[in-house]
Structure formats: structure tokens, C-alpha cells
């Protein structure tokens, strides 16, 4: 039996279509971060813009399944809703999904059910009305469409008068591109896509750069420099940072130890965070990346053999490039060739490679440890001798289940725990003058507070997304021959630091001099000096931290735990 839209009125669907698509402004009218006239014009524009659209030809379903775009942005929108509250798509999330590889896509969805549900409930019955309509030629009236569109219009226009009125809360210009929905989502959606054939050309336009990097003085014994990038920590969850979980009895232990407790990200997206990690980009500099090689090309100058191990799938960003700079170069998550997914691997399993490398390398080495460490799924990220926090099984994504995320977060912390006390071990073994740095590439929101924000990756971050733990490890070789760097790094523990002091301060470590080394980003070097801390937003733009959209409750955890500038 065929049904057919004879008896449902084409203005009754036009209003219908331009309903559902106007949700995410209607949501965003009352959370805009912008004075009343910022909201108006924020919702005045799409009704207006839509209406015009739709009432444009007679054909309203053809105009509809037309906007489709449009549809399946709202669709993705409303599921970051889900997870991030009042932000708008950022570019950094386009960018997230084509660096993201099908299992953690996977590992994602199948716990974001209900706003999955939500947005086909909502979604799917118009595209059927649409079609529909469309093949039984139900249009709407040219009469009909003659007031409408002169209402469109005039809509259009007070949108255009409110926005001279807008301003925004934390005092920064209102502009359509960045304020206006849907037009900030398809600006973003431009802007990742400009980048991604930026960050492919990479190849091309670093191809001749150099560090002109040297080693100074006679080092005649041998030198291990380990850099381990964390993924998804948060410090507000480690023991060593006063949790009240003893998440890392094993690194309490280790002497030589120095963890820096004021410690936060440039960015909260890993494919942007590591890329600096990696590089001698910071957030003032980082449209300079496009033309710098990796933190690897300085100590291959400087003829360290260098070697990279990987828990990472490999993406197509930077930190691809960057890593396989290495003259050694091994991921242990791959694709399996039958079913597509990505292999799952626990990050101690990198421990024996590094130490087979070190045994079979016997000079000078720079190593990279790249981490899976806190990535979610949280409880696939260690074995079950590690299932001391229960219950950790995750059946769903939502506050309601908290409790069970947090655990499996712990458990994961824990793991993280093992694998660098288990790292550290091993280097002491070595007898070398080692020194190792890990940092986290950003942290994770786990339902902390009444905003109800999961994940990281969020247009604007949240302190807990901020906050991450970073330590420096060194051996009693390493101590021996450099008291004075020693001296001058626990002098410099306790101020505020980024991800901006690795480049500088490895290269220092390991007595390397380059015109890119910046004494003041180097905590070794008695100038060290981070006054600012920057960090680079969405439109890879540098903003004091404290200068972005923070809340309420962010300025109440960066109180409440002393963080500086």
C-alpha cells in the first residue's frame, strides 16, 4: 500500500524541514557565548536563510534532499552536542576523522548509541517525506511562495542589523565565519580541507630545510635521549599528582624522577598537539610547519642514530611524516589484511623493541616512544591484571555511567604507570648518559562537572583537557656528567610549562646547538622563561589560554590548583 502526502498540506512539510533543520541554531540561541543581539542574529539567519531556500521553487522535497549538506552536518553536530555541549564543529574534528582509523571510529560509535538513535529519529522521516513529495509532485503554491520569500529576505536583513550590534563575551569581534551557524560548521569544514592538502604537500615544501644542528664539546661516552609522547592523559588523575587513587605506585619509586606539576597542552587535538611535540613548532610559529622537518632531522645533524616505535595506526598527519624522519621506524598497530581493523597492542610491548634497538645500536641514540596511553575505549587500553578500579565495562557513553568510565580510565593510568616505571628500568640497564622526557598530547573530560563534556578534541578545551602531567627522567650517568642542567631543572620545576619546552630542552640535553633552539623554551638553560602560555585554537591562530572561551568551572579548577600563566 503506497502512502501519499496528498492530505499533508506542502506548506505544513516546509515547515516541517525547516524545523528540523534549524535544531542546532535553536540550541545554539540560548548557549552562544555572545550578548542578546549575537544571539538574534545567530538564529535569524538560518530561519532566513533556509526559508528562502526552500520556498525558493515550487519543489520543496527536491529542495530539501538538495540541502542535504546541510542535514548531515546538523546530524554530526548534534552528536558533538552529545559529547561536547555548546560547541560548534570545529575544523580540528574534520581533521580528526580522516586521521582517525575505522577501529577507534568503531570503538566510538558503538558507544554513542543514543545520540546515534537520536539523530536518525530525527533525520531519516524528513528525507522520506522529502522523497516522497517529490515524486508525487506535492509543491507548494506560488502564492504561497510570494510571501514568503519577501519574509525570508526581511529576516535576512535583521540578521545583517543584528550582527553590528553583536559582541561577543570574551570581548573578541562577533563574524559570521566563526559565529554563525551553519556558516562557522562549512567555514571549518573549508578550512580542514585546505589544510589536509597542506599537510600532504608536506614532503614537497620541507624537502631542503635543515636544523643546522651540531654537537658541542668531546662526549665520549655514550648518550640515550628518549622522548615518550603520552596520549589522553590528564594529570588530575595520576597519583604522582595527588589523586586520591594511587594510580602511580611504580613511578612514586623511581628516583631521579622530577614531575612538573603546572604542565599544559598547546592544543587538544593529538594530530595538532604531537605535531609540535615533534617539531620546533610551537603555537606562535606553527604556520611554520609546513616547511620544518621533526625534532628528529636535528638529532640526525647532529649524527644521533635515531629510532622511533609506535603504538599509533598511522594517519596521514604530521606525525606521520615526522616519525618516519627516523632512521628507524615500526608501529606495532597495523591493519590486519582480512578484516580491515587495526590490531590492538598494550603500550608495554613497545618496551622490548626499544631495548633489542639499544642493544643492537651502540652509539649515540635519540628514541621516540609514541603511546596509545588513555585513548578511548579506555578499558581496551590494558590487560586485566591491571582491572583494579571495578566496574570498568563500558556499555554506553553518558553521566550515568561515570563512575564505570572513570575507573577504566584509572585502570588505564595505572597501565601507564607500569609501561614508563618498566621504560625507565630498562634505560638503567643501558649505563648510558640517558635522559628521558614524557609528556601527555592533552587530557580528557570524563563527565567532571554540570556541563556534561566526554572526550577532548572540543572547539574550545576545558581545563581538564588543559591539564596534563609531564615528567623528566635522568640517569645517575646523566647526573654525574651534567649536575649544572640537573641543578637548573628542578631550580625551574615548579613553574608554569607547555609543550613548547620539549624541542629546546632535549636538544639541550643532549649538547646539540642550532639556531632553532631557543634558550628560554629550554628548562636546562638558566634563561628559561615561559611567561604566556600560548594556545592554538581551531584556526591554528595563538591565544593565551586564559584568553579563550574557559567557563566558570575551568576558572575554578585553574584556581583551586595554582595553575599560572
Not at 613548532?281 to 604556520?287: F, G, R
Not at 616505571?421 to 628521558?436: E, Q, V
Request: net charge positive; aromatic share 14%; with cysteine.
Amino acid at each position: 500500500m503506497r502512502f501519499h502526502l496528498k492530505n499533508i498540506q506542502a506548506q505544513y512539510l516546509l515547515a516541517y524541514y525547516l524545523l528540523v533543520s534549524l535544531i542546532p541554531s535553536l540550541y545554539f540561541l540560548f548557549t552562544h557565548p555572545s550578548n542578546i543581539f549575537g544571539k538574534l542574529c545567530a538564529i535569524t539567519f538560518p530561519i532566513g536563510l533556509v526559508l528562502l531556500i526552500l520556498s525558493a521553487l515550487k519543489n520543496t522535497g527536491k529542495w530539501y534532499l538538495i540541502l542535504f549538506p546541510l542535514t548531515f552536518i546538523n546530524a554530526f553536530q548534534i552528536v558533538l552536542f552529545y559529547l561536547f555541549g555548546d560547541d560548534v564543529i570545529a575544523s580540528d574534528m574534520f581533521l580528526n576523522v580522516v586521521t582517525t582509523n575505522t577501529s577507534e571510529i568503531n570503538e566510538l560509535l558503538g558507544s554513542l548509541l543514543p545520540s546515534i538513535a537520536l539523530v536518525v529519529g530525527l533525520y531519516i522521516p524528513p528525507i522520506i517525506f522529502a522523497i516522497l513529495q517529490w515524486k508525487q509532485k506535492n509543491f507548494l503554491s506560488f502564492s504561497l511562495r510570494k510571501k514568503l520569500i519577501p519574509i525570508a529576505a526581511i529576516i535576512l536583513i535583521f540578521s545583517f542589523g543584528f550582527s553590528l550590534l553583536a559582541k561577543k563575551n570574551n570581548g573578541s569581534k562577533f563574524q559570521y565565519y566563526t559565529d554563525v551557524y551553519p556558516i562557522n560548521a562549512f567555514y571549518n569544514l573549508k578550512y580542514a580541507y585546505d589544510k589536509f592538502n597542506k599537510v600532504k604537500n608536506y614532503p614537497v615544501s620541507s624537502l631542503n630545510f635543515k636544523y643546522q644542528a651540531t654537537r658541542k664539546g668531546e662526549n665520549k661516552d655514550r648518550q640515550i635521549i628518549v622522548l615518550i609522547v603520552g596520549e589522553t592523559s590528564r594529570a588530575d588523575n595520576w597519583g604522582l599528582y595527588g589523586y586520591s587513587r594511587n594510580t602511580t605506585p611504580l613511578l612514586e619509586k623511581q628516583s631521579n624522577l622530577i614531575a612538573f606539576p603546572d604542565a599544559i597542552t598547546q592544543a587538544n587535538a593529538t594530530h595538532k598537539s604531537v605535531s609540535m611535540i615533534l617539531s620546533s613548532n610551537d603555537a606562535n610559529n606553527y604556520n611554520e610547519i609546513y616547511q620544518r622537518k621533526g625534532i628528529v632531522e636535528a638529532f640526525k645533524e647532529a649524527d644521533f642514530k635515531t629510532i622511533c616505535i609506535s603504538n599509533q595506526a598511522e594517519n596521514g598527519s604530521f606525525i606521520e611524516y615526522f616519525t618516519k624522519e627516523a632512521d628507524l621506524y615500526k608501529t606495532l598497530r597495523v591493519t590486519n589484511t582480512k578484516t580491515r581493523v587495526v590490531e590492538n597492542h598494550f603500550d608495554n610491548e613497545l618496551v622490548p623493541l626499544m631495548e633489542k634497538e639499544i642493544k643492537e645500536n651502540p652509539g649515540n641514540l635519540f628514541i621516540i616512544i609514541h603511546s596509545y596511553g588513555s585513548h578511548f575505549k579506555y578499558m581496551e587500553r590494558y590487560p586485566k591484571a591491571f582491572q583494579k578500579f571495578t566496574p570498568d565495562l563500558i556499555t554506553n557513553v553518558d553521566h550515568f555511567q561515570k563512575q564505570r568510565l572513570v575507573n577504566a580510565y584509572d585502570n588505564s593510568i595505572l597501565y601507564t604507570d607500569y609501561f614508563l616505571s618498566n621504560t625507565i628500568d630498562t634505560l638503567k640497564k643501558t649505563k648510558a648518559s640517558t635522559l628521558m622526557m614524557y609528556t601527555s598530547d592533552h587530557g580528557e573530560d570524563l563527565f567532571d562537572d554540570k556541563r556534561g563534556k566526554f572526550l577532548h578534541s572540543s572547539p574550545t578545551p576545558t581545563y581538564y583537557q588543559l591539564k596534563i602531567p609531564m615528567l623528566l627522567w635522568y640517569s645517575d650517568q646523566y647526573q654525574q656528567q651534567h649536575s649544572d642542567k640537573i641543578k637548573n631543572i628542578h631550580q625551574h620545576q615548579s613553574l608554569p610549562v607547555n609543550t613548547s619546552i620539549i624541542f629546546s630542552t632535549l636538544l639541550e640535553a643532549a649538547d646539540i646547538s642550532s639556531p632553532y633552539l631557543q634558550p628560554h623554551l629550554s628548562i636546562i638553560n638558566p634563561k628559561f622563561s615561559l611567561k604566556e602560555r600560548m594556545y592554538l585554537n581551531d584556526h591554528d591562530q595563538a591565544v593565551w589560554y586564559q584568553k579563550l572561551n574557559l567557563k566558570p568551572q575551568d576558572f575554578e579548577m585553574i584556581k583551586k590548583n595554582k595553575i599560572g600563566n
